[in-house]
């Protein structure tokens, strides 16, 4: 079992960035594959990032493909997630999560056991 704990989140203007960190306790982090998804008032809840258990493989969703980079410190128990050139399209309850059920990435929600309890992205001037 794990316990992820976000933070990182605020407000940003149109253009800036933010850094999200999501720090996890419990035993055996190496062997979750992690993601990041968001949730827009009034909307679901979407796939935003994803990265394997070395770290060396990752996927994005296309709206933030190239703004957006995911990374983790298996020594820290932590996986950022970097977001740059940030749009008002970017507002919404960041929320980190992981499964041990994989061996690979997944953008798939339902694969995910365990979810942090989000921190909110407001991007506005």
């Known amino acids: 079992q794990v316990q992820l704990v976000e933070s990182g989140g605020g407000l940003v203007q149109p253009g800036g960035s933010l850094r999200l960190s999501c720090a996890a306790s419990g035993r055996r982090f190496s062997m979750f594959v992690l993601g990041w998804f968001r949730q827009a008032p009034g909307k679901e809840r979407e796939f935003v990032a994803t990265?394997?258990?070395?770290?060396?493989?990752?996927a994005y969703a296309d709206s933030v493909k190239g703004r957006f980079t995911i990374s983790r410190d298996n020594a820290k128990n932590t996986v950022v997630l970097q977001m740059n050139s940030l749009k008002p399209e970017d507002t919404a309850v960041y929320y980190c999560?992981?499964?041990?059920?994989?061996?690979?990435?997944?953008?798939?929600?339902?694969?995910?056991?365990?979810w942090g309890q989000g921190t909110q992205v407001t991007v506005s001037s």
């Open positions: 999560a992981a499964t041990s059920k994989l061996l690979s990435v997944t953008m798939s929600r339902g694969d995910y056991d365990y």
């Open positions: 990265i394997s258990r070395s770290g060396s493989n990752s």
